[in-house]
């Protein structure tokens, strides 16, 4: 098992990687006569809830659940009363623990309940997509979608221990697998050329969800997500650079619709425009935006825009990101691989020519 | 005009206490080109809406505004989901500052709100009812209620700054005012015996409404308040002092049905049995009671136990309460007055006994 530690102003919690976890009963921090409520959703339940309930029954917490729908759609605030009402249902108080046993969609939303009830329970998080264990289980970002904004309601607030049980993995569709391969890829783009070499020496093992290199590649992904949060705990500098690829990814995403790309999906072929821009204003060389397309090609990412969008569909979404401030485009580019910085106000037309340059033409 | 300053771990922030405030652009933190969105309800709106936002649009702020239903029975989810809506609707971003003017039910609202919006947006709060002004206005608690509980959903969120216009209680129905002088009372009753005093030598120009007194009043409880506050942000200890009277209140409130009696009518009641219960363990002394007694008489409060409600209905309505832990009833009794202390595991016939004691029998 390993274990990253995230060390916030006002204290740590650890972030436990390993085979079995669900099963393990000293990974969680929880003692006999606990009281315990599991969110998952209906298609995780019927394969790991089970297990969780009985590792927790026999430390003696006393454990019921609430299931929502499955499905970014029900990422709202309807499903937020659903776990509200649990609760009081059962008369759960201000010292029960609420545990996220899911993907992003229930982390987000288990994780704003627990920020919600009574006004802050305790909370931990049991990521089972690989985009959730690298991603949105690490850094306290919790919220529901609104009809007229995606993530737009929400508080920030962190668990008191994230749980990733490789295992879970492998019932996990492997397009969703190969979408949170997206997410890894990016954190050695932005930050880690050691990492991002690495990725591209272990990628196929990954891609094969060998336990050993998957165990050490997220324990990267958590300690560098880690770290950057720790340094910006409420998202006003740095972390701005985990969005490489994501305004454009955005565009895709909305244009689309949700749901007909995957979030990864999305964000591999971001990665790729803004790499081509990158190159264009003479930072990242060709041989590395070479070398970025080819390891996102190995997990089986796109790295060309839909066929179905033309590249002047692109700016009219990136202008009304939630980045963009006072009319501003802002993005996140990359000097070198392993190397992200955010510009201001760039020019638009170059943004349309990267656009187009990652654009099959025929 | 009178500051009161609440010091945080974090930051500091002012209350302002004055007449005419409404109207005085100095004390708003903002600046031409700031984003406004007022909460308000249908009651104040056509008082006060009109005075804020001329200020506001003079300072040259961009103002808008969302009104919700008048009354308890709308501090929900859904009142949130319009506030959301409405800022959505109008693209308001994270700089957004929300306004709650009004008493203690839009304020709670609009706080949350803020709490959540975008994970957290700058709020101003402008309480116009005195319970708003000496109590709900200040500490940072936020909340909605849900069908099986009230105040369940919330958080804690710290306004950037509290604008009492002292003038606005001119409007306020006088049962209101009354209601707000029980809190104001407990505030000396808890911890402040020559603020007490004060109280028994002015209280008729309290109820007056006269101006000078008033605001010297409010500033003291504010920072009564906000020194509690500043000791114990998340309420783990002292905040359980503000309870006195409030767990025997609320089997008041709950029996009778929530807005038959006014919440600080409810108070007034549970503040005399907590009194009689004190005097019974052989702690604050029977000429005390009586000058607690007489205070809350001449703010036209209650003192007896309502008509419709037997000693035997408060016990399983006060076991119900937040703050019972493990089936044991806590009770903030009075060492004398002026100082409160918080029992564990209290005898429920000693209980039973000061309820009666402060029932009518004839
Ligand atoms: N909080 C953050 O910082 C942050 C960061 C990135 C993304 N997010 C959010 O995360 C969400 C996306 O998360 P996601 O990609 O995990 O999607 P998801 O939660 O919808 O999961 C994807 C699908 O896989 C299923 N599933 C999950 N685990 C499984 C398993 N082990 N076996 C079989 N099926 C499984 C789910 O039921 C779902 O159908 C979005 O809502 C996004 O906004 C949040
Ligand atoms: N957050 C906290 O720490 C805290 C503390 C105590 C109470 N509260 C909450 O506060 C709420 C009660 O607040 P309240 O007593 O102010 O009730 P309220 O907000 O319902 O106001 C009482 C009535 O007076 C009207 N009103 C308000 N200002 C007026 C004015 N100037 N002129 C004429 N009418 C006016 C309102 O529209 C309403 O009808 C409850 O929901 C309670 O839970 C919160
Ligand atoms: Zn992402
Ligand atoms: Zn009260």
């Given at each position: 098992?390993?274990?990253?530690?995230?060390?916030?102003?006002?204290?740590?919690?650890?972030?436990?990687?390993?085979?079995?976890?669900?099963?393990?009963?000293?990974?969680?921090?929880l003692k006999s006569g606990d009281k315990v409520m599991i969110v998952s959703n209906e298609t995780i339940a019927p394969l790991y809830l089970d297990t969780v309930t009985k590792t927790l029954e026999n430390i003696g917490c006393k454990v019921s659940n609430v299931l929502l729908p499955d499905g970014e759609k029900y990422k709202t605030l309807q499903s937020l009363d659903l776990i509200f009402t649990a609760l009081l249902k059962e008369n759960?108080?201000?010292?029960?623990?609420?545990?996220?046993?899911?993907?992003?969609?229930?982390?987000?939303?288990?994780?704003?309940?627990?920020?919600?009830?009574?006004?802050?329970?305790?909370?931990?998080?049991?990521?089972?997509?690989?985009?959730?264990?690298?991603?949105?289980?690490?850094?306290?970002?919790?919220?529901?979608?609104?009809p007229l904004g995606k993530n737009m309601i929400g508080a920030f607030y962190q668990p008191i221990t994230v749980i990733v049980d490789t295992l879970t993995l492998n019932s996990l569709p492997k397009r969703e697998v190969n979408a949170g391969l997206a997410e890894v890829i990016k954190y050695g783009a932005i930050l880690d050329l050691a990492f991002f070499h690495w990725l591209e020496q272990h990628i196929d093992n990954l891609v094969a969800l060998q336990q050993a290199d998957l165990q050490y590649c997220i324990s990267r992904c958590c300690q560098i997500k880690a770290d950057v949060v720790a340094r910006d705990e409420t998202e006003k500098g740095d972390r701005a650079l985990l969005n490489l690829g994501h305004t454009f990814g955005h565009a895709i995403e909305t244009h689309l619709g949700y749901g007909n790309w995957l979030h990864g999906e999305a964000v591999a072929v971001g990665m790729m425009?803004?790499?081509?821009?990158?190159?264009?204003?003479?930072?990242?060389?060709?041989?590395?935006?070479?070398?970025?397309?080819?390891?996102?090609?190995?997990?089986?990412?796109?790295?060309?825009?839909?066929?179905?969008?033309?590249?002047?569909?692109?700016?009219?979404?990136?202008?009304?990101?939630?980045?963009?401030?006072?009319?501003?485009?802002?993005?996140?580019?990359?000097?070198?691989?392993?190397?992200?910085?955010?510009?201001?106000?760039?020019?638009?037309?170059?943004?349309?020519s990267a656009i187009s340059a990652c654009t099959q033409t025929d």
């Open positions: 098992m390993l274990t990253v530690n995230v060390e916030l102003k006002e204290r740590r919690y650890p972030i436990y990687i390993g085979e079995n976890l669900l099963k393990d009963p000293s990974v969680y921090p759960h108080g201000r010292d029960t623990t609420l545990i996220a046993l899911g993907g992003g969609v229930i982390g987000d939303v288990a994780g704003y309940a627990a920020a919600s009830y009574q006004r802050g329970i305790k909370f931990i998080q049991i990521p089972t997509t690989l985009l959730a264990q690298v991603d949105s289980s690490v850094g306290g970002k919790t919220a529901v979608n609104h425009m803004a790499a081509a821009l990158s190159e264009q204003l003479g930072n990242i060389s060709k041989a590395d935006v070479g070398r970025l397309e080819k390891l996102l090609a190995r997990a089986n990412l796109p790295t060309i825009s839909p066929d179905t969008m033309q590249p002047e569909d692109y700016l009219p979404h990136m202008m009304r990101d939630k980045k963009v401030l006072a009319g501003k485009l802002r993005l996140v580019l990359l000097k070198t691989l392993g190397q992200a910085y955010v510009t201001t106000d760039m020019d638009k037309s170059l943004v349309l």
